[in-house]
Nanobody, 125 residues
Framework: VQLQASGGGLVQDGGSLRLSCVASGGTFSSYHMGWFRQGPGKEREFVAAMRRYNSNYYYSDSVKGRFTISRDNAKNTMYLQMNSLTPEDTAVYYC???????????????????WGQGTLVTVSS
């Protein structure tokens, strides 16, 4: 499966953005999906994930209550609605797909076997 992330941009502190991740070449509904981010000088970190068939959602503590992950299987698209953004959210955001049948946490990047190219989110203070 190929993943294409989009929707990043420059937003002011407290603003909102919605990221999209379009999948092609695979059976989108059968994948666990996740969002990760990598800020300047930081390691890639988990943001949010959801299991296949729209069941079970997971968020990092830093975004819980502000970000919402969702998917539209009919459109082969995953979303990340980001509200109340702060400069600490500035990062390149990556979408990822996990095709494994093995139950995993979905919170670490090695669990995913397909990655999008990333989209830059910059939050100005």
């Amino acid at each position: 499966v190929q993943l294409q992330a989009s929707g990043g941009g420059l937003v002011q502190d407290g603003g909102s953005l919605r990221l999209s991740c379009v999948a092609s070449g695979g059976t989108f509904s059968s994948y666990h999906m996740g969002w990760f981010r990598q800020g300047p000088g930081k390691e890639r970190e988990f943001v949010a994930a959801m299991r296949r068939y729209n069941s079970n959602y997971y968020y990092s503590d830093s975004v819980k209550g502000r970000f919402t992950i969702s998917r539209d299987n009919a459109k082969n698209t995953m979303y990340l609605q980001m509200n109340s953004l702060t400069p600490e959210d500035t990062a390149v955001y990556y979408c990822a797909a996990d095709s494994s049948l093995i139950l995993s946490s979905l919170r670490t990047w090695p669990e995913y076997d397909h990655w999008g190219q990333g989209t830059l989110v910059t939050v100005s203070s």
